[in-house]
Structures are given as structure tokens and as C-alpha cells.
């Protein structure tokens, strides 16, 4: 029977090993068999804390003082330390429990007290449940304690509020005045300051975007780099030439000056008076293109010459007035014998009201009444 049991115990010792190498994190976080919360029944709940101090794995929970349960695991979830708990299956909390990390001992063990609060709620803490942060504290540990009454045995440092004391009255003794001044512009300076915030804020969201913008191109900026040192190297190397290069355009610019110095009346004259056709040709720009149609394809816009030719033949009318009114506006208009051909057609009875007008007689679009009808250039 005494072999048998040696070779279980180092089975067991064997098997131990083997499920714990791959997690093997210290002798302390070995499950320990029996005690509260080992149980199938058992009730698991979680507990997040700011600092989980020195307590480890196996830890004991109480509540009321009463050994209920042990940490199971001490984990980092969501970069929030996080103890998973199992309890007793009777024990009674309430949904808004607390925890708290305590001190067992003067030698540095510690445990996790559950506190049911004053305003405890109706509803019981379930299994799954979630203590969250604000609702976790720590109990002052041994070495607070003595740390907080080293401090006060010390003095706490009260001997240098005198030192403090002194260079604050050598700094603003006399310093009124500037003193004074200074909070002045201090208090105009964050005036201005807080008219400009939204320029600021639009100032930081544009260099959040070019500093985007530079990270995209990182391969760029990277070649830049790589290829800019040989390029300056390159200037210095030649920088004789470049020293000669903005010689010559000095040279070049002397001489341009002494060139149209005594031109430069005639010159300016000439630009004052290209400025009025050239305003005149800016405002008949968007009529150009369509001008510009006509002339290239006359007699016929460029538009209705589809229409106009029609396979092998021109789809053309002619209208000719060969009426004497006609004749004598376009042919005898300006002559000494302007009209006679129109006094011809009214002396064989033509109706003057049915004729064309006598270009003798048109008003002028630039003096007529109510004018001019033509808006003249500057």
C-alpha cells in the first residue's frame, strides 16, 4: 500500500505539472480543493478595482467578517483590473454591493470584504454580477499607516512653510504696482484668447488633417529625404554658377531699363489706351464664340448648315426688293440725287405709309429722343 501511494502522489505531482507549465504563475495561484466557493453550487461575480495591492489568487472574501468565498482569478479586462469571485450559494447580498480590499494581517496578507450599503437595493447580487470601480475601495494597509505617522513624527514639512512664506513676501514685497499690471494683461490676454477659440479649435483640426495628410505620404517624405542631401550637396558644389547666373539678370535688368526708360511715357500712354478696346472686348466675350461661328461658315451659321445641305442640293431662298424705295436707300443714299426714285413711286400712286423708311430721315440712335440706343465704350 506504501508503494501504490507513492506512485499516486507522484502521478498527481506529475499531472499538476504538466496542466500548469503552459500558466505557471507561482505556487500562490495553485487551486487550492475544498473551502467556500469551491463548490458546483457556487456563485461567481466580478469585481473591478483600481488597484488590486498585493493581493493574490486563493485570497479569501468575507463578508461581515465571515469567511464566503475565495478569488479565483485576478485578470486585466478591458485595461481594468478585474477579480473574479466565487461565493457560498448562501450568501445574501444585495445588486448594489460593494467590495474593498482589506488587510488580514500585520504580516501582508489580504482579503476582499463585500458591504451590503445603507441604501441597499431590493434586488440580490445574482451570479454574474458586475461590482464596478466606484463602487470598490482599499482599506489603509501597514505600510500607509506608518508611512502617514513617519510624516507627522517628522514634522510633515511644516518647518519649510516658513521658507515658503518668506520667499513669497520677498517676491511681492514692493511688486505691487507690477504685480497690478501684470494680472491686467493676464486677464485682457485670456479675454482675447477666449474670443479666439474657435480659430484655435479650426487651427488644431487643420493640423490634425495635414498631419494626416503627411502620414499618408510617408514613402514620399522618406525618398525626399533620402534624395535632398545629394541635391544640396549639388547647389554648394555649384553655387559659382548661380552666383553668376543672378549677375547676369542684374546685367539683363539694367539694360531693359536703360532700353525702355526713354519709352516709358509712350509706353504707358499706349497701355491707358489698349485698356478701353480691351475692356470693350472683355464685356463682347460671351457673344465672341457665336460671332466668331458666323464668320467662319458665312453666308450660313455653322448651326443650320445641316439644314441647309441636304444630300447633293442647298435648300436656299433669295428675297430681292427691287422696289424704288429700295433702290434709292442702297444704291442713291449719300448722292445728290438721293430720293428721286422715291418721289417716282409715290407720284404713281404708292402709299408712303407702305414704304421703306427714307434713310434721309431715320433719327440717329445716338441723339434720338430717349437715347441712346447703342451704349457706347469709354
Not at 451570479?127 to 501597514?142: C, L, N, R, W, Y
Request: aromatic share 4%; hydrophobic share 45%.
Amino acid at each position: 500500500m506504501g508503494r501504490l501511494a507513492r506512485r499516486a502522489v507522484a502521478l498527481t505531482a506529475i499531472a499538476l505539472l504538466l496542466t500548469s507549465c503552459g500558466s505557471w504563475r507561482g505556487i500562490a495561484n495553485v487551486p487550492l480543493p475544498g473551502g467556500p466557493g469551491t463548490g458546483s453550487d457556487r456563485i461567481t461575480i466580478y469585481v473591478q478595482m483600481a488597484d488590486t495591492l498585493a493581493l493574490n489568487v486563493n485570497s479569501r472574501v468575507r463578508v461581515a467578517d465571515v469567511y464566503v468565498g475565495r478569488v479565483r482569478a485576478i485578470e486585466l479586462k478591458d485595461w481594468v483590473p478585474t477579480l473574479t469571485i466565487d461565493l457560498e450559494p448562501h450568501v445574501k447580498l444585495p445588486a448594489n454591493a460593494r467590495a474593498a480590499i482589506g488587510q488580514t494581517s500585520l504580516l501582508g496578507s489580504q482579503h476582499v470584504e463585500l458591504i451590503a450599503p445603507k441604501d441597499a437595493s431590493p434586488e440580490p447580487l445574482r451570479s454574474g454580477a458586475v461590482i464596478p470601480m466606484d463602487s470598490t475601495e482599499s482599506f489603509p494597509s501597514t505600510e500607509r499607516v506608518l508611512a502617514s505617522i513617519a510624516l507627522i513624527l517628522r514634522g510633515g514639512g511644516v518647518e519649510n512653510l516658513e521658507t515658503i512664506q518668506t520667499e513669497v513676501f520677498n517676491i511681492l514685497n514692493g511688486r505691487a504696482g507690477q504685480i497690478r499690471e501684470f494680472l491686467g494683461r493676464l486677464d485682457t490676454f485670456t479675454a482675447e484668447l477666449n474670443k479666439q477659440t474657435d480659430d484655435i479649435t479650426r487651427a488644431i483640426d487643420s493640423t490634425n488633417e495635414l498631419l494626416n495628410i503627411v502620414a499618408q505620404r510617408n514613402a514620399t517624405l522618406d525618398r525626399v529625404l533620402t534624395e535632398f542631401p545629394p541635391l544640396i550637396k549639388h547647389f554648394a558644389d555649384t553655387q559659382d554658377l548661380f552666383v553668376d547666373a543672378v549677375e547676369a539678370v542684374g546685367r539683363i535688368s539694367v539694360a531693359a531699363d536703360n532700353a525702355l526708360s526713354p519709352a516709358a511715357d509712350n509706353l504707358h500712354t499706349n497701355l491707358q489706351n489698349l485698356q478701353r478696346p480691351l475692356k470693350q472686348l472683355g464685356r463682347a466675350s460671351p457673344y465672341l464664340t457665336g460671332a466668331l461661328k458666323l464668320m467662319l461658315t458665312a453666308p450660313f451659321s455653322i448651326e443650320n448648315v445641316p439644314k441647309v445641305v441636304r444630300g447633293d442640293y442647298l435648300n436656299v431662298s433669295l428675297m430681292i426688293d427691287l422696289t424704288l424705295s429700295a433702290l434709292d436707300n442702297g444704291v442713291l443714299s449719300g448722292t445728290g440725287v438721293s430720293g428721286m426714285l422715291r418721289a417716282l413711286e409715290q407720284a404713281w400712286g404708292r402709299d408712303p405709309a407702305t414704304m421703306i423708311p427714307d434713310v434721309r430721315f431715320t433719327p440717329n440712335a445716338n441723339n434720338v429722343p430717349g437715347g441712346p440706343l447703342i451704349e457706347r465704350g469709354e
